[in-house]
């Protein structure tokens, strides 16, 4: 079976209704996996993407906060929806397709702006959200799965505008990258997008701050598109829609886009 997935961290589904018909219209991806849904799963305007042809979605939600959730054209059905970290927040949901492939939507904390866990209480919860998410990948073993959302960490390098000036920011601290590919490595997953894309500067989210945000392109690769090393060679296509962030009232965050042969 052959599809195609997306992720966008949409910052208000309610808000954005009208930019998810747009990408759903546009480039009609078979599974929109949302972050930051900002809504009660019930007030999640689904009429609308059910008639664009999304007639499955597994969620959770909370009013005004957080939020994931998995719009399809293919029957899928939930399988887990994990707290990480014991925080009660909305922030996975996971579900598997009838080829038996399970997709993973994550909103990792976001961690505040001060990288220290002893003055940041946000920064703690990032790090014990990541280390438990390891811990979870490595005690239930991970197959046929891919794992896609705001990771909000950009690990590379090159998934920065700056390298050196943002050493000390978080999302691209060397604390959080080390989390990140500690539980990439616990569930043996493969980047997928670097697999596609080895090379580059490769971006997903530009601030609201900048004022031309495209021309000053200060941005994060902090959206990722992941599977585990069984499937991930049946991954291909990947590509960031980085015009989504110019449509008008946009998120910060563009969505990422992969294919899979499965």
Known sequence: MAFTLATWNINSV?????????????????????????????KIPTEAFRALGYTHMIARGQKGYNGVAILSKLPITEVAAHDFADLGHARHVAGQLENGVTIH?????????VPDREVNEKFGQKLDYLTQMRDHFRAEGVKKA??????????????????????????????????????????????????????GQLYSWWSYRARDWDAADKGRRLDHVWATSDIAAAGHSSRVLRAARGWEQPSDHAPVFASFDL
């Open 14 to 42: 309610r808000l954005r209704e009208g930019l998810v018909c747009k990408l759903l219209s546009e480039e009609a991806p078979d599974v929109l996996c949302l972050q930051e849904c900002k809504s009660p799963v019930e």
């Open 105 to 113: 939507n994550f909103y990792v904390p976001a961690g505040g702006d």
């Open 146 to 199: 891919i794992l896609v959302g705001d990771l909000n960490i950009a690990p590379r390098e090159d998934d920065v505008w700056n390298h050196k000036q943002l050493l000390k920011i978080v999302s691209h601290t060397p604390i959080e990258v080390d989390h990140l590919n500690a539980a990439m490595e616990a569930g043996d997953w493969v980047d997928v997008t670097r697999q596609d894309i080895p090379e």
